[in-house]
């Protein structure tokens, strides 16, 4: 019975600790873009772009370049991915976007270098496009008929706008301004501008009060829960009374709800964007750059949505609650299990299973970033760990592969999306390209020439074309017929 609370004890906290330090400046800021894209962005703006119909060379370059500016989290980059597929985008196309966003962003790849070396970024980036841009192909090709009935819904949903507006844009600018002021680890947005010292001597008490109610083992990549995570958790849970009531019937028109919502989910960002420290006979604020980056951002958020009319501006936030309840209950469950499961892994058994550049240990570093799921860029330094614990550079590729993209709860959040057997697929084409991938670095850092690695790699590539040659002729064969 021990071991069981234990394990409860495990999802609980991982739950209280990502709630408290992830959810709020990345994912809240996307669940709001997703819903601006359903709702105010024409069809034909992310068709020319992104559609089945647009020409392969543009389509998924112009989703890997997409995704290589949101320096966003698995759970992150879902939403977003919704939005676009929802709007019409192709399913190849969408899936590049989804598996690029979060392990070839700019932000991860320079993290990566600076980390891990040069040599490692460039594999990571390289591998992942390809592999990518792969993926998506299979993923058009397998799945062309749902393709096809997917973009006719889209067309008699969302066929009657014909162009951004103004303000339309500039609300998504300035919501893409806030995504990105809160979670660029950068100067001047981590400078410390001024600091208060706040005389509240139960801060100290508390704060350990919370370490004993959530303990937590940093060589396992868990979180603790800090005072300011304790606050920004109650403050969620009033946005979450305050919306069912202010955003559950907002076609009909706004009540003093929504705008209690609305007010919450903005004083919670600012909140996230401050930094609290309890000391001795008191809490210290310290107001960083972050928090005017975020105020100034929400305050552009403000005055673009007021440029939009009644309508536009209801068929957005219905479209982003929409997401919120498809997506983040979904989210939850996957983070409680992660926790759990995080509870039987041990580091110890990274050399043990991971310390060669075998299949199997590659395969094994795949499963083990599903479960042990980091937020973005903190899988770096975690890897890091690993690799000093005695992973190969394989299979610690193979996890950078795997971490960013399959971990549980974005699996689950995948699925409510597209579906359980394009998730499912999607799931399987990703492993086994994390695999190769780890297999083919760690073949290279184990000696192999270039010669045999270039073409190991093309080799597999043109497997992987006739594949998709074979599965086109079947499309054009099911067409004729």
């Keep these: ?61 112009a989703a890997a370049a997409a995704g290589s500016l949101l320096a966003v989290c698995s759970c992150t980059i879902v939403p977003l991915f919704g939005g ?91 919501m893409v301004a806030l995504l990105i002021a809160g979670t660029l680890k950068l100067w001047p947005l981590t400078t410390t501008v001024a600091t208060l010292n706040l005389p509240l001597g139960w801060a100290e008490a508390w704060q350990a009060t919370l370490f004993r109610w959530v303990p937590f083992d940093a060589a396992k990549g868990e979180e603790g829960v800090t005072l300011q995570g304790s606050m920004l958790i109650l403050l969620l849970l009033a946005i979450a009374l ?55 951002c929400l305050w552009a958020v403000w005055r673009c949505a007021n440029a939009l009319n009644a309508d536009e501006r209801q068929a957005w936030l219905w479209e982003a609650w929409r997401f919120v309840k498809q997506i983040f209950g979904l989210l939850v469950v996957g983070v409680f299990v992660v926790g759990v499961v995080r509870q039987l892994i041990r580091p110890e058994w990274i050399e043990t299973l991971a310390g060669t550049n075998s299949l199997t240990a590659n395969l094994v570093a795949v499963v083990f970033g599903v479960f042990m799921y980091f937020p ?50 999607y799931v399987g084409w990703v492993a086994l390209f994390g695999v190769v991938a780890g297999w083919l670095y760690g073949s290279w850092v184990d000696g192999m020439s270039v010669w045999r690695l270039t073409w190991g790699l093309v080799a597999f590539l043109a497997v992987l074309g006739a594949l998709l040659r074979v599965l086109h002729r079947r499309q054009s064969a099911a067409v004729g017929a």
Excluded at 275 to 296: I, M, N, S, W
């Design 1 to 61: 019975m021990d071991q069981v609370f234990h394990l409860l004890g495990g999802g609980v906290g991982n739950l209280a600790a990502y709630l408290a330090a992830h959810v709020l400046l990345c994912l809240v800021p996307a669940f709001f873009i997703a819903g601006a894209m359903t709702a105010l962005i024409p069809k034909a703006s992310i068709t020319r772009w992104l559609g089945r119909h647009a020409p392969t060379y543009v389509s998924y370059p």
């Design 242 to 296: 305050t919306a069912w009531k202010g955003l559950e019937d907002i076609i009909e028109g706004p009540n003093r709800w929504t705008w209690a919502t609305l007010g919450l989910t903005a004083a919670t960002l600012l909140v996230a964007a401050l930094r609290f420290t309890p000391q001795a006979g008191g809490l210290e604020l310290a107001v960083t750059g972050r928090f005017f980056g975020v105020a100034v």
């Design 84 to 174: 676009i597929y929802r709007k019409g985008a192709g399913i190849g196309p969408a899936i590049t976007f989804l598996f690029f966003a979060p392990a070839g962003n700019v932000m991860a790849l320079a993290y990566t270098g600076s980390i891990l070396g040069v040599e490692f970024a460039f594999a990571r980036f390289l591998l992942c496009l390809l592999f990518g841009i792969g993926i998506g192909l299979l993923m058009a090709t397998l799945f062309w008929r749902d393709d096809a009935t997917h973009d006719a819904q889209t067309n008699t949903l969302f066929a009657e706008r014909a162009r951004v507006g103004p303000a339309a844009t500039g609300l998504l600018l300035s």
């Design 376 to 425: 973005t860029l903190v899988e770096v330094p975690v890897a890091k760990m690993f690799l000093d614990l005695g992973m190969h550079p394989g299979p610690l590729l193979a996890y950078l592969m795997a971490d960013p993209e399959l971990s549980l709860q974005s699996i689950l959040m995948v699925m409510a999306v597209m579906g359980r057997p394009k998730t499912f697929a």
